[in-house]
């Protein structure tokens, strides 16, 4: 069966300082791989999609980036964090190849970011 | 362009009573739309999903959802709420436009949620 990894947790960063996290989908492949963050009162909102290794499209212009280096494998950057940045990231997949629009949404248990 | 409005950010119920959350969409192609339930700190988990097939979905932990074309909604209903529904739900509808790639079948499935609805459940 397939499963879906994000590390770390829970995260404290301060301004200015750098932020990596990390998405791994395992029991597939060739998933579409989402992040989407998640602030108080503003329900999900899609940061990055990537449909295979190297290819990223990013929804919103913001103070981060996103890269897929391996089939299976997802990561959200950032080279300087603002406060702005706080708020529930999470990571989900849907199968690829086949048509996914019908396909759920799996999501990771998510990364808590404050940004002091 | 696809959209979700979900109606009441927060709704309280009593244990034992009827849940409703209600949910509107707007989409230009027949849609695709999901429940997902969030339990704090935690991702968010699939309820129910309706892909053109039967117009009442069941879904998990006593959940249906009844799709209704001439209303463009797509309530979530529960007959008796437990303590343990208390959590914050999620109406999501799919666009199905984007192709990506050569390859005919490969669509991109991009979910649009709404802002979700808190359901808090008295004993």
């Known amino acids: 069966s397939q499963t879906i990894h994000q590390w770390p947790a829970t995260l404290v960063q301060p301004v200015g300082s750098p932020l990596s996290l990390e998405c791994t989908v395992e029991?597939?492949?060739?998933?579409?791989l989402y992040w989407y963050r998640q602030a108080a009162g503003r329900g999900l909102q899609l940061l990055f999609y990537?449909?295979?290794?190297?290819?990223i499209s990013s929804e919103v212009p913001q103070n981060l980036s996103a890269s897929r280096p391996q089939d299976r494998q997802f990561i959200l950057s950032s080279k300087k964090l603002l406060l702005s940045d706080s708020g529930f990231y999470l990571c989900?997949?849907?199968?690829?190849?086949?048509?996914?629009?019908?396909?759920?949404?799996?999501f990771g248990n998510g990364t808590r970011l404050t940004v002091t | 362009a696809q959209s979700v409005t979900q109606l009441g950010s927060h709704v309280s119920v009593s244990e034992g009573a009827l849940v409703l959350l209600r949910c509107n969409y707007s989409s230009s192609v027949p849609p695709y739309l999901f429940w997902y339930v969030q339990y704090p700190n935690q991702g968010l988990q699939l309820l129910l999903k309706?892909?053109?097939?039967?117009?009442l979905v069941k879904g998990i932990n006593g959940f249906e959802a009844e799709f209704k074309k001439s209303e463009t909604s797509f309530h979530l209903t529960k007959p008796s709420a437990h303590m343990s529904d208390a959590a914050e739900y999620f109406c999501?509808?799919?666009?199905?436009?984007?192709?990506?790639?050569?390859?005919?079948?490969?669509?991109?499935?991009?979910?649009?949620f709404g802002r979700g609805t808190q359901l808090t459940v008295w004993p």
């Open positions: 989900a997949w849907t199968m690829g190849q086949y048509p996914s629009y019908n396909s759920p949404l799996h």
């Open positions: 990537s449909v295979g290794i190297g290819q």
């Open positions: 999501a509808v799919s666009n199905s436009e984007v192709y990506v790639g050569t390859d005919r079948g490969s669509t991109l499935g991009r979910l649009y």
């Open positions: 309706y892909t053109s097939a039967a117009t």
């Open positions: 029991g597939t492949s060739n998933p579409n």
